[in-house]
C-alpha cells in the first residue's frame, strides 16, 4: 500500500510538472509570436503593392508577392556603396573598441595602481553626459583636424574606448582568479603576456558582448554620418534608408525591404555568436 502511494503521488507530481511545461512553453511560444510580429510586418510589407500597405483590415499576406520590390530597391539608391561604408565602418570600430576596452578594463580590474578606483568613478560619471552636450565641441575638433566627410570621426573615438564597454569587460575580468596571473608572474610573464595569453583567452564571452554592442552600435548609427558625411559616396545604409522618404510621399515598400537586407547581417551575427553572447551577458554581472 506504501508502495502504491508513494507511486500514486510521483505520478500526480509528474502530470503537474507536464503541464506547467506545457503552459510555460505556450506562453513562451506566445510572446515569441509578439515580439517576432514587427519584424514579420517588415517582411510582408515588402512584398506588396503599394496599394496595398494601407489596407484596413491589414493583410498579413501579400496579394500578389512582389519579389521586385527587392530588386527596385537595392538599384534605386547605390545600395552596396553604402553597405561596403557601413562594413568596413563597423569592422574598424569593433576592432578599435575590443583593443582599447579590454585594455583600459584590464588596468582597472587587473592592475593596482594610485587613483585607480577614482578614475573608474570619473569614468562611469562620463555616462551621465549625453551626446548632444558633446557635439558641437566635437564637430569643431575634427573640422580643424580636416576630418569632416571623412570616416575618421566615425572611426577614430572607438579606439579611445567607450565607458559603458570597459565597465563590462572591467567586471568580467574581475571574476576571473588572481591565482593565474600570479602563477604566470611567477614564470616570468609580462603584464602584457598575461593580458594576451591568459585574461582575453578566458574572456571570449564578454569580448562578443563588445563586439557586438559596438557593431549594432556602428551599423545603426544615423546620427554621426548625418554630421560628419555630406557625399553620397561617403554615406552609410542609415543615411541611404532616408534617400526613400521623399517630399510628398514614402516609398513604403522599397523601404521595407532595403530595411530587411541592412537587418539581416545583424541577424547573422546574433545567430552564430548568441550562445557567446548570452553567456557573456550572464557572467559580467557586478562585483566589488
Known amino acids: 500500500m506504501a508502495g502504491g502511494g508513494l507511486s500514486l503521488v510521483k505520478s500526480k507530481y509528474s502530470l503537474r510538472r507536464l503541464l506547467f511545461k506545457i503552459v510555460a512553453y505556450l506562453l513562451l511560444t506566445a510572446f515569441g509570436f509578439v515580439f517576432l510580429s514587427p519584424f514579420l510586418w517588415l517582411v510582408s510589407t515588402s512584398l506588396k503593392p503599394m496599394p496595398q500597405v494601407f489596407r484596413f483590415p491589414p493583410e498579413w499576406i501579400p496579394r500578389p508577392f ?3 520590390n527587392y530588386y527596385k530597391a ?3 539608391i547605390p545600395f552596396f ?3 561596403k561604408n557601413s562594413t568596413f565602418i ?3 570600430t569593433v576592432f578599435g573598441s575590443l583593443l582599447s576596452c579590454s585594455l583600459v578594463g584590464y588596468s582597472f580590474a587587473r592592475i593596482k595602481w594610485p587613483g585607480r578606483d577614482f578614475f573608474f568613478v570619473v569614468l562611469l560619471s562620463t555616462l551621465m553626459i549625453p551626446f548632444p552636450v558633446t557635439m558641437i565641441p566635437l564637430f569643431i575638433v575634427f573640422q580643424k583636424l580636416r576630418w569632416l566627410n571623412t570616416f575618421m570621426p566615425l572611426i577614430i573615438p572607438a579606439f579611445f574606448g567607450s565607458a559603458f564597454l570597459i565597465f563590462l569587460l572591467r567586471q568580467f575580468f574581475m571574476t576571473i582568479p588572481m591565482d593565474l596571473s600570479d602563477a604566470a608572474r ?3 610573464c609580462s603584464e602584457f603576456g598575461i593580458y594576451c595569453r591568459i585574461i582575453l583567452p578566458l574572456s571570449k564571452p ?3 558582448v563588445v563586439a557586438i554592442f559596438e557593431f549594432l552600435y556602428a551599423w545603426n548609427d544615423f546620427l554621426g554620418p548625418l554630421i560628419y558625411l555630406n557625399k553620397q559616396t561617403k554615406y552609410t545604409l542609415a543615411i541611404g534608408l532616408q534617400q526613400f522618404r521623399g517630399a510628398h510621399a514614402v516609398e513604403w515598400p522599397l523601404l521595407m525591404a532595403a530595411t530587411t537586407v541592412v537587418i539581416l547581417p545583424v541577424i547573422v551575427l546574433f545567430f552564430f555568436t548568441q550562445r557567446y553572447f548570452i553567456e557573456g551577458v550572464t557572467l559580467t554581472g557586478m562585483k566589488g
Request: no cysteine; proline share 0%.
Open 81 to 83: 556603396t553604402y553597405f
Open 206 to 208: 564578454a569580448l562578443a
Open 186 to 188: 611567477i614564470d616570468g
Open 66 to 68: 512582389m519579389w521586385g
Open 90 to 92: 563597423a569592422v574598424t
Open 74 to 76: 537595392l538599384t534605386m
